[in-house]
């Protein structure tokens, strides 16, 4: 089994800033992708970024990129997610999540394991 920890979420102004954390523990793999996505209430989870452990390659939603960046520490077995410019409509409980493998899902149910999430709420 894999454990997820999400840990930063809190209150921000507009055009403020956060920086999510995901520890993760437990079994690990030799090739797995982390994921960040976020769900608003009353709507269903989508896609924010994900990284491919092995060689750091990433991708991101059209909607985060240019402010949002995701990132890896390999000591601390971490993956972040710095949010700058945060906007109103980027308020939404965040949560991490981790698939075998090399492919970059945005697809939710595709990802095997998951944190229990942290809330981010942008007040304008």
């Known amino acids: 089994q894999v454990q997820l920890v999400e840990s930063g979420g809190g209150l921000v102004q507009a055009g403020g800033s956060l920086r999510l954390s995901c520890a993760a523990s437990?079994?690990?793999?030799?090739?797995?992708?982390m994921g960040w996505f976020r769900q608003a209430p009353g709507k269903e989870r989508e896609f924010v970024a994900a990284i491919r452990w092995s060689d750091g390659s990433t991708y991101y939603a059209d909607s985060v990129k240019g402010r949002l960046t995701i990132s890896r520490d390999n000591a601390k077995n971490t993956v972040y997610l710095q949010m700058n410019s945060l906007k109103p409509e980027d308020t939404a409980v965040y949560y991490c999540?981790?698939?075998?493998?090399?492919?970059?899902?945005?697809?939710?149910?595709?990802?095997?394991?998951w944190g229990q999430g942290t809330q981010v709420t942008v007040s304008s």
């Open positions: 437990g079994r690990t793999f030799r090739d797995v992708v």
């Open positions: 999540a981790a698939v075998r493998g090399i492919v970059m899902y945005i697809v939710p149910k595709l990802y095997d394991y």
